[in-house]
Every structure is written in C-alpha cells, then in structure tokens.
T-cell receptor
Framework: AQSVSQHNHHVILSEAASLELGCNYSYGGTVNLFWYVQYPGQHLQLLLKYFSGDPLVKGIKGFEAEFIKSKFSFNLRKPSVQWSDTAEYFCAVNANQAGTALIFGKGTTLSVSS | DVKVTQSSRYLVKRTGEKVFLECVQDMDHENMFWYRQDPGLGLRLIYFSYDVKMKEKGDIPEGYSVSREKKERFSLILESASTNQTSMYLC??????????????FGPGTRLTVT
C-alpha cells in the first residue's frame, strides 16, 4: 500500500535558520509529489509539486524540494526561514494517473521564533 | 481564480443526527474528494468521485456516505453522527486531463464538533 512518512513531527527554529523537512514515500510506480502548507486558520495551499523533469523544484516563498528517486525521498528546504513560515507542512503523493487521490504524510509543525 | 467552497466553516451537531457537508467547485473539475484532518494523523481520504453519480471508497469510509448529483457539487453525509467523527473535513477537486492535472485544490474546511 502507498504511504508517506514525514520524519519530524515538530520542528522549532529561530529566524534565519535553514530548514529541511524530510519526506519519504512508498509506492512502486510513477508518482507525483507535493508539499502543502497550512498557515494557522487558513486553507491548505500548494507550496510546490513535482511531476517530471528537473528533480529540483522551486515553489512559492523561497521553498524548494529535491526528488531523489533512488531514496524515494522528496525533502523540503528553505535556506533562511522567517517567522511567517510558522505553519503545518504536509508531504503528499499520488500515482501518475488522472483522478487518483493524494496520500498525505502526518504533517510537520514548524514553529519559527523571531 | 480557482475556487472550492464548503457550506460551513464551523458546525456543531448532536450524537445521532444526520449531517450534510456540502462542497462546490467552480472549475469544471471531474474529480472531487473528501478528507478528514486530525492532529498527528494528517489528512485521510474518506471518499472520492471521478464523475457524476460515481463514487469510490477511500481509506476510512465507515460511517460516511457521499452524493454527487451534479459535477460541481460533492456532498458528504454522516448518517448518524458520533463523537469520533469530530474533526476537520476538507473537500478538494482536480481535473483529469490537460495542464495541471493531478493537482488538487482544497476548500477552507469545515470544523465539525459532535457532542
């Protein structure tokens, strides 16, 4: 069965620190990979996505993620976090087939102190 | 602009009540999904639909049913609400073909409390 594992439940950082959130997935076929973010009291929003091509993808607000196929990983990075990055982050995967549902990880809460 | 709306942001119901959660999308998407979000568990798929009147069970369908009579509307029904269905419910939609397929767009969520 497909699954997504996020390594960290809660990450606490100071402003300007670098961020890396781990995500590994389990699936035998071709996948699409996503990172979503949920700011306090707001909608789930798409941060970035990988469908094919360059394994290093850039998203909104300075976030990027690298797809490493051999490691089944899709880690999220940001060189310098801001207080406004405080949010919950979800990694998700679906099969590269139209209409398939997303499988989500359990989420990582990021708290950034100013 | 892409838009998924849900009928209520907050809902409080009593145990045993029948509950309807409505979701409407204005993007002419073929696929619609219902997830529930619980702390520490992430989002889990309840049901999805890839066409009008079509539905598929997700990972946790027990205690829920769905209805999709029109393409733009997908309803989640709790036949007899129970306290363990207290949760945040998120609706999403996606299209089947063309650029941007596979990407899901989410509504704001309905926080349901069953007392």
């Amino acid at each position: 069965a497909q699954s997504v594992s996020q390594h960290n439940h809660h990450v606490i950082l100071s402003e300007a620190a670098s961020l890396e959130l781990g995500c590994n997935y389990s699936y035998g076929g071709t996948v699409n990979l996503f990172w979503y973010v949920q700011y306090p009291g707001q909608h789930l929003q798409l941060l970035l996505k990988y469908f094919s091509g360059d394994p290093l993808v850039k998203g909104i607000k300075g976030f990027e993620a690298e797809f490493i196929k051999s490691k089944f990983s899709f880690n999220l990075r940001k060189p310098s976090v801001q207080w406004s990055d405080t949010a919950e982050y979800f990694c998700a995967v679906n099969a590269n087939q139209a209409g398939t549902a997303l499988i989500f990880g359990k989420g990582t809460t990021l708290s950034v102190s100013s | 602009d892409v838009k998924v709306t849900q009928s209520s942001r907050y809902l409080v119901k009593r145990t045993g009540e029948k509950v309807f959660l409505e979701c409407v999308q204005d993007m002419d998407h073929e696929n619609m999904f219902w997830y529930r979000q619980d702390p520490g568990l992430g989002l889990r798929l309840i049901y999805f639909s890839y066409d009008v009147k079509m539905k598929e069970k997700g990972d946790i369908p027990e205690g829920y049913s769905v209805s999709r009579e029109k393409k733009e509307r997908f309803s989640l029904i709790l036949e007899s609400a129970s306290t363990n269905q207290t949760s945040m419910y998120l609706c999403a939609s996606s299209k089947t073909t063309g650029q941007g397929s596979y990407e899901q767009y989410f509504g704001p969520g309905t926080r349901l409390t069953v007392t």
